[in-house]
């Protein structure tokens, strides 16, 4: 399954359609919602996703499809707050209420005419919409999303089946990869990519907006205009971040066949609040997710090791050499090597996954962590990659 996210252009007419389509999905979110939740607490019986359906027969108000994703979700909801608790999660996540604005997604799970998408989309209850199709629709579309950011612009995002596996010259090298704040990415070829840190830039302007949104009345208009304008930085801030790291998985594909990066706690570095939020700008997690699905898809390898040492121990002779975050420099009274550490690091990288060390077991990190690394999960099937 592959989605591609393209925007839609809608009159004032079909913007009011969409609006009311998706608050007519909210309240019956809600109203589902109450429903299984009295079920359980009256007469002890849990309603099931076919219950749900039940109660969803007959709506004219919305296509009957669209009603019965919305009585899904709620079952998918139940089932991910199961999960939680079985896996002894700290927060649950109970189903709750969906506050006005927090609801702003309609889906379709089945398309009738699936060769019409990529020329003309229609959408129940809505009409032929305006989508600006940047690029062509590969695989079988399944699935049909709108959506309407933060920013007020409208979305449209297609679900594709069968797509066939991208078409790069995959490398035939192989490489590892130091990930840093210095230097974004380091390489064992000691090649350096540093990452346009938008958050860091736009910050000026988006403290100023956030000064001036406390600043205005609850449900006023001034406050509707300027919580948009807040939304549109942080749109602006993603698109930057995604860009960049889509353009940077490519070109690292094309040279490299098989890369080898660290499998760092990146959930427990955050909480060193000195690194918190440059580690959020560079958004590490994003990147390594990103370049495994584009790997994956391609023909390409992605291989997480054991970071334990990977900035300590020297690259020539193997030998620890203790230094702090502050020293940027390596250099082994050993055997003399004295080469950038980040680059020290991605050769350790390189050794080790080659050697084929197994995944380490997580410990709590401190401030003595290191400012490279990746989520220790296993990288999420990443289903969306255009974005506007």
């Given at each position: 399954?592959?989605?591609?996210?393209?925007r839609?252009?809608?009159?004032?007419?079909?913007?009011?359609?969409?609006?009311?389509?998706?608050?007519?999905?909210?309240?019956?979110?809600?109203?589902?919602?109450a429903?299984?939740?009295?079920?359980?607490?009256?007469?002890?019986?849990?309603?099931?996703?076919?219950?749900?359906?039940?109660?969803?027969?007959?709506n004219?108000?919305?296509?009957?499809?669209?009603?019965?994703?919305?009585?899904?979700?709620?079952?998918?909801?139940?089932?991910?707050?199961?999960?939680?608790?079985?896996?002894?999660?700290?927060?649950?996540?109970?189903?709750?209420?969906k506050?006005?604005?927090?609801?702003?997604?309609?889906?379709?799970p089945?398309?009738?005419?699936?060769?019409?998408?990529?020329?003309?989309?229609?959408?129940?209850?809505?009409?032929?919409?305006?989508?600006?199709?940047?690029?062509?629709?590969?695989?079988?579309?399944?699935?049909?999303?709108?959506?309407?950011?933060?920013?007020?612009?409208y979305?449209?995002?297609?679900?594709?089946?069968?797509?066939?596996?991208?078409?790069?010259?995959?490398?035939?090298?192989?490489?590892?990869?130091?990930?840093?704040?210095?230097?974004f990415?380091?390489?064992?070829?000691?090649?350096?990519?540093?990452?346009p840190?938008?958050?860091?830039?736009?910050?000026?302007?988006?403290?100023?907006?956030?000064?001036?949104?406390?600043?205005?009345?609850?449900?006023?208009?001034?406050?509707?205009?300027?919580?948009?304008?807040?939304?549109?930085?942080?749109?602006?801030?993603?698109?930057?971040?995604?860009?960049?790291?889509?353009?940077?998985?490519?070109?690292?594909?094309?040279?490299?066949?098989?890369?080898?990066?660290?499998?760092?706690?990146v959930?427990?570095?955050?909480?060193?609040?000195?690194?918190?939020?440059?580690i959020?700008?560079v958004?590490?997690?994003?990147?390594?997710?990103?370049?495994?699905?584009?790997?994956?898809?391609?023909?390409?390898?992605?291989?997480?090791?054991?970071?334990?040492?990977?900035?300590?121990?020297?690259?020539?002779?193997?030998?620890?050499?203790?230094?702090?975050?502050?020293?940027?420099?390596?250099?082994?009274?050993?055997?003399?090597?004295?080469?950038?550490?980040?680059?020290?690091?991605?050769?350790?990288?390189?050794?080790?996954?080659?050697?084929?060390?197994?995944?380490?077991?997580?410990?709590?990190?401190?401030?003595?962590?290191?400012?490279?690394?990746?989520?220790?999960?296993?990288?999420?099937?990443?289903?969306?990659?255009?974005?506007?």
């Amino acid at each position: 399954m592959k989605a591609y996210k393209y925007r839609i252009h809608p009159t004032k007419k079909q913007a009011n359609k969409i609006d009311l389509q998706i608050e007519k999905g909210r309240l019956l979110y809600n109203k589902l919602l109450a429903l299984k939740k009295d079920a359980y607490k009256n007469k002890g019986v849990s309603l099931s996703r076919k219950d749900l359906y039940r109660q969803v027969k007959g709506n004219r108000e919305m296509h009957s499809q669209v009603s019965q994703n919305v009585a899904d979700r709620i079952d998918k909801a139940y089932k991910n707050f199961f999960a939680r608790i079985k896996r002894r999660e700290r927060k649950k996540g109970f189903p709750r209420f969906k506050k006005y604005g927090t609801y702003n997604s309609i889906t379709l799970p089945q398309i009738t005419n699936p060769s019409n998408i990529g020329k003309k989309t229609y959408f129940p209850k809505i009409g032929g919409l305006n989508v600006k199709y940047h690029r062509a629709i590969q695989g079988t579309p399944k699935t049909i999303t709108i959506k309407k950011a933060k920013s007020g612009k409208y979305f449209v995002t297609v679900s594709c089946d069968n797509v066939p596996k991208e078409r790069i010259t995959i490398g035939n090298g192989k490489v590892g990869i130091d990930l840093g704040l210095n230097h974004f990415i380091a390489t064992s070829k000691g090649e350096f990519f540093d990452h346009p840190k938008p958050m860091k830039q736009l910050s000026n302007q988006r403290k100023k907006l956030a000064k001036l949104f406390s600043k205005t009345k609850k449900r006023g208009n001034n406050r509707n205009k300027v919580r948009t304008k807040l939304a549109r930085i942080d749109e602006q801030i993603a698109n930057t971040r995604n860009d960049f790291s889509w353009k940077l998985c490519r070109k690292l594909l094309e040279k490299y066949g098989t890369i080898y990066l660290e499998n760092l706690n990146v959930k427990g570095m955050v909480k060193n609040h000195y690194l918190a939020k440059a580690i959020t700008d560079v958004s590490w997690n994003g990147f390594t997710n990103k370049l495994s699905f584009k790997a994956e898809s391609a023909g390409g390898k992605v291989v997480k090791v054991n970071p334990k040492n990977t900035s300590q121990k020297c690259s020539g002779c193997g030998e620890i050499v203790r230094k702090t975050l502050a020293v940027r420099t390596h250099k082994c009274s050993h055997c003399g090597l004295e080469i950038d550490r980040d680059i020290n690091a991605a050769r350790n990288i390189l050794s080790i996954g080659e050697i084929g060390q197994d995944l380490p077991k997580y410990k709590p990190v401190g401030d003595e962590a290191t400012t490279d690394g990746i989520s220790p999960k296993q990288a999420l099937s990443m289903k969306q990659e255009a974005l506007v």
